[in-house]
Nanobody
Framework: QVQLEESGGGLVQAGGSLRLSCVASGRTFTSDAMGWFRQSPGKEREFVAACNWSCSSRRYVNSVNGRFTVSRDYAQNTAYLQMNSLKPEDTAVYYC??????????????????WGQGTQVTVSS
């Protein structure tokens, strides 16, 4: 059974940091693109960051560029999203996703076929 499991969310004050983890199990994800998305109440799911299969190419939504960093640990089959200088508008449920359909760092959620259950990030002002 293929699973992605996120952890690391929580409540943090504005300006603080969190690191989200996404552990993959059930198959090897070394050739997959990995992405992070988020969704706030009443809003559509939004692309946040993505790595290509080697993480040599990374993409970020403009609003997090320079504050968030996506990375991967292939030995641990884990992806990370380091979030610094958090703002109240970063509050959302964050999802990790993997794609065996593409190996590029895609911003398109429809190309990702494996999803985690999400972890809540709340940033207080």
């Amino acid at each position: 059974q293929v699973q992605l499991e996120e952890s690391g969310g929580g409540l943090v004050q504005a300006g603080g940091s969190l690191r989200l983890s996404c552990v993959a199990s059930g198959r090897t994800f070394t050739s997959d693109a990995m992405g992070w998305f988020r969704q706030s109440p009443g809003k559509e799911r939004e692309f946040v960051a993505a790595c290509n299969w080697s993480c040599s190419s990374r993409r970020y939504v403009n609003s997090v560029n320079g504050r968030f960093t996506v990375s991967r640990d292939y030995a641990q089959n884990t992806a990370y999203l380091q979030m610094n200088s958090l703002k109240p508008e970063d509050t959302a449920v964050y999802y990790c996703a993997a794609s065996d359909r593409v190996s590029i760092a895609s911003t398109n959620p429809s190309l990702y076929n494996y999803w985690g259950q999400g972890t809540q990030v709340t940033v207080s002002s």
